[in-house]
């Protein structure tokens, strides 16, 4: 891989401040060619309970640090990944297979949660509230949780990371991260420059591992991790957190969605379009945050689907080394899974209105399906690729209605410029995020999460270090 800093390319999982192999690997390859790019060491039950081990020891020296020192130790690192960025970007791009540039800005982006969270380290304040007797005084502290286990996802290798171990790091909890096996390389680069940056050995781990199940039991059911933060899909989601429920543990789920795309008839189109491209393609469709379904206002929609059909054209679709804007699909099962939506809404009387399949491998056309309606198997489903269905409505009641009606209740987007439909509509819609006359709300700065089946807690913002600290009350009597 040609990168500056080669420190970066690890293969061996990261536990307390060492790089350990467990004798057995397993091939990480990149998706745009299938060529294998690591063999990574693959972490059974010993390297499992070590990384927790070192995290439990490490959280006595790590709490017991100012915040201060903390919040310079979490910049140093924070500088580390703007320096390295392209190198970062590049194994990104590599093993995860979206274009450069926008690799380069995941690691930005996820760059922008460490600084944001050693910032808000030195702000963790109490409260004291007047006590409900005369000589009571009632004194409030947070503090850490303690050891926490992230499980991040493939589709931001790098982001996801940083957006949990970042607050995590910064409340004075320590970590231990279970990346995805597809994607190992990212969190390994991560932990190289956390090693570079100071933090003391253990506070930080890492575990390879190709059988999920086997971490997400052991962070579930093993007494010293009192947290997990899990982003992925919403069946493996409900699964750790029914596994949680045996020892009340605290749990950040970050799950799918389905998320709608109104326009309205007051929208400026263009802006709406450019919105929409956006929502839908980035990562090649593979956020949980992309438009999945596309609602259009019956006097505006021929207008809409034709500028979204010309710039839809005009993307490029290859290899993300090579400046293509729409990169590789995951796998095989995720193409398959386009094809599968694809057919059954041609069955059900779709038009596949532009792409519509593979020009190669796991590169997929992004493609537009007009005429999508509510029996088809994509309006229920998160995509997860670049198909763009689009649905025809009349009433804002009606369009409320269809953008409501799923177990989903991450992210939505409508643009308009009505005033007060913006304030009925934003109201309306059972969503944890809202984007107005806006497909871009990703910021380390706002509440990241969902309602419904589409996670419990928030990332980033003030509220996303709550979610690593107890709240401890003292209630203060006899004082005469
Ligand atoms: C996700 O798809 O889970 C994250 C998207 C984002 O942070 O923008």
Known sequence: MNIQHQSLLRNQAYVNGQWLSSGVTFPVTNPFDGAIIADITDCG?????QAIEAAQK???VWSGFTASKRSRILKNWYELQRKHAKDLGTILTTEQGKPLAEAIGEVKYGASFVEWFAEEARRVYGDVIPGHTADKRITVIKEPIGVVGAITPWNFPNAMITRKVAPALAAGCTVVIKPSELTPLSALALA??????????GVLNVLTVSNPLAVGKAFTENRAVKKLSFTGSTRVGKLLLGQAAGQVKKVSLE???????????DAD????????INTKFRNAGQTCICSNRIFVQDSVYDAFVSRLAEKTRQLTVGNGMEGAQVGPLINEAAAQKCERLMADAAAKGAQIAQGGGRTSGLLF????????????AIFEEEIFG?????????TEEEVIASANDTDYGLAAYFYGRDYARIWRVSEALEYGMVGINTGVIST?????GGVKESGIGREGSKYGLDEYLTVKYMCWGSVK
């Open 365 to 376: 056309k992004p493609t537009l399906i007009t005429n999508a309606s509510r029996e088809m």
């Open 58 to 60: 490490a959280f006595k």
């Open 269 to 276: 189109i263009d802006l709406a379009v450019d919105g929409c």
């Open 255 to 265: 799950l799918g969605g389905n998320a709608p795309f109104i326009v309205f008839d």
């Open 192 to 201: 190289q420059l956390a090693d570079e940056a100071g933090f003391p050995p």
């Open 444 to 448: 380390a700065l706002a509440p990241f």
């Open 45 to 49: 039950s010993s390297e499992i309970n």
């Open 386 to 394: 670049p198909l763009a269905a689009i649905y025809r409505f009349e």
